[in-house]
């Protein structure tokens, strides 16, 4: 990809793909269903183009912005930065409710340091811009789902390449960590999580071997999100698609080879896969993750 390129992610999620292709001075598109995901990838991109005397903020506004928030007050004419004490204020909530360490803080102390860290960010990503010239380009970031991207004309082989990685079968669990923020926000929290790929009612069409009905769901709106992909990019554009397989009840749910078999049945043309384990046992349900990369051929 260069700066002439267009790059597509259609699950977004908190905006990495968005935020990186910024950072190197290339166009990018981001989609995602889920309303908190918008406010962070708008966030990490508007944050890059903000003046930083905006950030700076005494000890006692913070203070006051903190009650405001927390008595649902909270205003700020400048979008960004009333997004960003949103996020810094659920981020704090979300701290307290995951462990007690940080009592001795307390919740205005955290709040502050959690900003800050953020304003320091900032300043390192300022200073590295200045250093060697960089053009930070700006994200379009849209709230939709991938499965209905066909209703959205103008992207109809408008990509030079799509770099994503779709949300694993047991994505619920996606919501629930933002449920701190959804909660605040009076966000349906039912209607969010019916958009998630296998989430939606109804019977799996397709034959897959004894998987539980919800997987076969997840698997087939799956391969409608790589077809919608497809029908996306260029000729010879690229994908890399990024999966793992989980593993469920001691029951090996295959996603990576079944992924790769999507991308061919809707017309990508195979080039590698490459496979990262992860390591440790933070994350048991998932053992490894792969990059599928594919082309779409002339004339497809």
């Known amino acids: 990809l260069n700066h002439n390129s267009l790059l597509l992610d259609p699950f977004n999620g908190s905006g990495t793909t968005t935020h990186e292709a910024s950072l190197m001075g290339i166009k990018s598109v981001g989609i995602d269903v889920t309303p908190m995901g918008i406010v962070l990838s708008e966030l990490k991109n508007d944050l890059l183009f903000i003046d930083e005397q905006k950030l700076n903020f005494t000890s006692k506004e913070l203070q006051d912005i903190l009650e405001a928030i927390e008595n649902r007050k909270w205003q700020h004419s400048n979008s960004t930065i009333h997004k960003l004490m949103l996020a810094v204020y659920f981020d704090t ?78 994505s619920i669990d ?98 590698k896969l490459i496979f990262n384990p992860l390591l440790g046992a933070r994350n048991r349900a998932i053992r490894g993750e792969s990059v599928i990369i594919c082309y779409k051929p002339e004339g497809a």
């Not at 700006?138 to 109809?156: C, F, H, S, T």
Request: net charge positive.
């Open 174 to 271: 996606y919501v629930g960590k933002d449920k701190i923020a959804y909660d605040y926000l009076g966000a349906d929290m039912k209607k969010i999580e019916s958009k998630y790929l296998g989430m939606k009612n109804g019977r799996p069409r397709g034959n897959y071997s004894g998987l539980p009905p919800r997987v076969a769901m997840y698997y087939e709106d799956l391969k409608e999100s790589i077809k919608n992909i497809f029908w996306a990019l260029k000729p010879h554009g690229k994908l890399a698609i990024i999966i793992g397989d989980s593993t469920v009840n001691g029951k090996k749910i295959p996603t990576t080879m079944t992924t790769k078999k999507f991308c061919e049945e809707v017309g990508f043309k195979f080039e």
């Open 93 to 170: 909530v979300d701290a307290f409710v995951r462990t007690s360490r940080y009592n001795r803080k307390g919740k205005v102390g955290l709040f502050i340091e959690k900003l800050n860290y953020i304003k320091n960010c900032y300043k390192k990503t300022r200073e590295i811009k200045e250093k060697y010239g960089l053009k930070f380009e700006p994200a379009r970031i849209i709230e939709g789902d991938v499965l209905e991207l066909k209703n959205m004309n103008e992207m109809q082989e408008k990509f030079d390449a799509c770099i994503t990685s779709p949300p694993y079968y047991f």
